[in-house]
């Protein structure tokens, strides 16, 4: 097995178990028949981010791209359905599916009819997608500075988070190996990311582990 392909597998293993850690949030909702405790935003753009990587990968013809982010569309519809049967904000939930779905149908008229077939049609589909995932990786730097702010790693998920460096890692390394730099430079904010948020586990986690147990009662 070459360096490349042993990249293809690590890409295939951790980011499909980085999708499956939605599997957590499906279990949540179908326990107590709610979604209330739960975001439905993160579902509906990460589907929308598989399926700008999925048009990328078949048409670059890369096996890899395609498998991984198909999976990842039907993990992202499945648990979007899933809220959509839970929630009871069905009217405000409808109306970002449809937005997702008109935005899909735009980028695909303008990426398959406008953009001539080509070199320029990959190029602009790969800037467009790199764009989109650089937003999802830097978007939770809120979170973080909140976290920062109360000392507390309650919101923050170690095995998302352990997922997200891995699957980040192999796939900056994968597209540094294939020379493309729209899979790789996407993928270098997920690293530094997960980086801080294990830096916050490191430097806050100890202090919630120490808390006392017992709730003080107030009179």
């Known amino acids: 097995m070459d360096f490349l392909q042993l990249l293809s597998w690590a890409c295939i293993i951790f980011t499909v178990g980085m999708f499956s850690t939605g599997l957590t949030d499906l279990k949540k909702m179908k326990a107590s028949q709610s979604a209330d405790n739960v975001q439905f935003l993160p579902f509906l753009t990460t589907c929308l981010n598989n399926l700008g990587w999925l048009y990328y990968g078949l048409l670059k013809g890369d096996g890899t791209l395609i498998f991984v982010n198909t999976i990842g569309a039907i993990l992202q519809t499945i648990y979007i359905l899933t809220y959509c049967h839970y929630t009871k904000e069905k009217k405000c939930v409808l109306a ?27 190029s602009q589909l790969g800037l467009a997608c790199s764009v989109f995932t650089i937003s999802m990786y830097l978007s939770p730097l809120t979170d973080l500075l909140q976290i920062v702010r109360s000392k507390s790693v309650d919101r923050l998920s170690r095995s998302l988070t352990v997922a997200t460096f891995f699957t980040s890692t192999s796939w900056t390394l994968y597209g540094l190996q294939l020379q493309d730099y729209y899979i790789m430079v996407p993928n270098t904010p997920g690293i530094f990311t997960s980086l801080i948020r294990i830096y916050l586990f490191w430097r806050f986690g100890a ?10 009662v107030q009179i």
């Open 96 to 122: 970002q599916t449809l937005a997702m779905v008109c935005v899909l149908c735009v980028g695909w008229v303008y990426f398959s009819i406008v953009i001539p077939p080509g070199q320029t049609q990959l």
């Open 207 to 216: 202090v919630f582990e120490n808390k006392p147990s017992y709730k003080l």
